[in-house]
């Protein structure tokens, strides 16, 4: 080996030792921040939070047919505030695109003697299959309402059967 490989060598050498160092001495300060953090946090004053749950029964079952919608009634807020969860399952024909389809509940009109849009909701997925869910409620309007799924591509919508809400 020549002079010239040596001094190569050597700056090599002496460039890695320092790389080294320096990631030694970033390595413990950043322990000795986080270490500085968490003892910090053991001495700021705790606070206690309750958390409640409510529990309700499961009367649907968790993966309704195709083709069908699943309505469990929730617990509302108050006499005429109704809540519920519509379920249902869609399969995409073209699992690599995008499938769009809405939700739609509709009421009762004994005057026009014809089911009217009261609230509706859009969305879509790519994939094969999906199951797909709707929370909604009604306030302060007694009828007889129905939950339709609109998928796109397809001549139906799907339909549940009537829900009446009552004060």
């Not at 790389?19 to 004053?45: E, K, W």
């Not at 649907?60 to 309505?71: A, L």
């Not at 519920?84 to 026009?112: C, E, I, K, Q």
Request: aromatic share 8%; hydrophobic share 40%; charged share 20%.
């Amino acid at each position: 080996m020549g002079t010239r490989s040596k001094a190569v060598l050597g700056t090599g050498s002496s460039t890695a030792a320092r790389l080294l160092v320096g990631a030694l001495a970033f390595t413990a300060a950043y322990v000795g921040v986080s270490a500085y953090g968490t003892a910090n946090s053991t001495q700021r004053a705790t606070t206690t939070v309750d958390l409640s749950a409510t529990v309700l029964p499961v009367t649907e079952q968790t993966d309704p047919d195709v083709g069908t919608i699943t309505v469990s009634a929730l617990d509302g807020k108050g006499d005429c505030d109704k809540s519920f969860v519509a379920r249902s399952v869609v399969l995409n024909p073209d699992a690599g695109n995008t499938l769009m389809y809405h939700w739609r509940l509709t009421r009762w009109s004994s005057v026009n003697r014809a089911w009217k849009t009261y609230q509706t909701e859009y969305a879509g997925f790519a994939g094969a299959r999906r199951n797909v869910k709707w929370e909604l409620s009604v306030q302060d309007n007694p009828g007889w309402y129905r939950i339709e799924l609109v998928v796109a591509g397809q001549e139906k919508s799907i339909k549940s059967d009537r829900i009446l809400v009552s004060c």
